[in-house]
């Protein structure tokens, strides 16, 4: 049982106790888990894009990939800054914003004509919005609203996004096979201006608005002021986390993170599975399974999280992926079959296990600015995914094949768990200093 107030304690004074059953903070998580899901439907179209628009207009998948490069630098880039700005305005009008964002760029593609439009439309606009709705919007609801399970509700809203993709990915093939791809962004579009009402009306920016706790907190803590001076705030919290050494550590593991998922798989599996003659609504459900299997892993990660080591775990997470992307290029043929299935599965059961205990690791060691300075190390994952984006279009229009994208991938993510291994524990004693709000 918790313990609920009947009023809100605007003052900071604890005000008489109700019993009820759930705590608030699960139905916040519920309500983000939601929204984060409506929002999937921008991440699961650039893999199906590639093709079509290469058809369509002849521009080249290198194009087409600086487009999406764009998109997944901005989301990164722009994570920090939004984590500040629900300091300033809240929670709810920052997400409300940045799906309108979303679903304005995905719109206005459906008018494009020249590349340009693309990068403006998709990479800009959409990279905007999603970057507002990063998983810094999920570190954000988590360290306000939970001081217990932190790791499993990392976790959860973490397989939001596998999940939206597993919703998404296979409809959005159906639809740009037989319609086209106009009709696939529209629905993008429509799915995240769907969301905008259902987080307006039922999110709630910190406990004490509803006069609670945090789920697992001694005592309540009044709603603090809002933060003035976003942007200079993110800054100095990149500032301060980049004088120590755990930030680059953890920033350059999360840079390889995205480079060997976003970059990699999620834009380019789908156009490499296509090169082997298999039809795209086949490698669109291959991808979407790989969601289903993200969510078991993403969860179970979050629970590891809050009883095992999570540089051990990123080390054991990093040097799995690397050997299921080494393995790929022998298992693509023109049909699915049994070895395909297992390194979908094996693959897809670390997909993105290493958010939570990233996540953990940045609240170790940066205490109040962990979700900002996790925006930023999300930064360095978006700006390797992007990289990656764009190159592995480049090595596509050279080589004629993935091969090299896959092997170099994995290599890279043996680099990433060595690196992880390197962290140190924090010392209590010697505490990483933190940026004062300003």
Known sequence: ???TPELAAPSGIRPPLRKTRIHRAWSVAAV??????????????????IDPLHSEFGWSRGMIGFAVSINLALYGLTAPFAAALMDRFGIR???ACALTTIAVGAGLTVFMTAPWQLVLCWGVLVGLGSGSMALAFAATVTNRWFVARRGLVTGVLTAAGATGQLVFLPLLSVIVEHSGWRPAALTVACAALAVVPFVWILLRDHPADVGLAAYGAPEFIPKPSPVPGAARRAL??????????????????FAICGASTNGLVKTHFVPAAHDHGMPVTAAASLLAVIGVFDIVGTIASGWFTDRFSPRRLLAVYYG??????????????DTVHPPMVLFIVFYGLDWVATVP????????YYGDDSAIVFGWVLASHQVGAALVAFLGGVARDAFGSYDTVWYSSGALCAVAALMALVIRRRVPQTPVPVSAPV
């Open 357 to 364: 205990p990233t996540i953990a690791l940045c609240r170790e």
């Open 93 to 95: 009008r920052v997400v």
């Open 320 to 333: 799995m992926r690397g050997l299921s992307l080494m393995f790929l290029p022998m298992l693509m043929t």
């Open 32 to 49: 983000a888990f939601v929204t984060l899901i409506g929002a999937a439907g921008f991440a699961s179209l650039p893999a199906l894009l």
């Open 1 to 3: 049982m918790t313990q």
């Open 236 to 253: 100095k919290a990149l500032a301060s986390a980049a004088r120590t050494g755990p930030f680059w550590l953890l920033a350059g593991t």
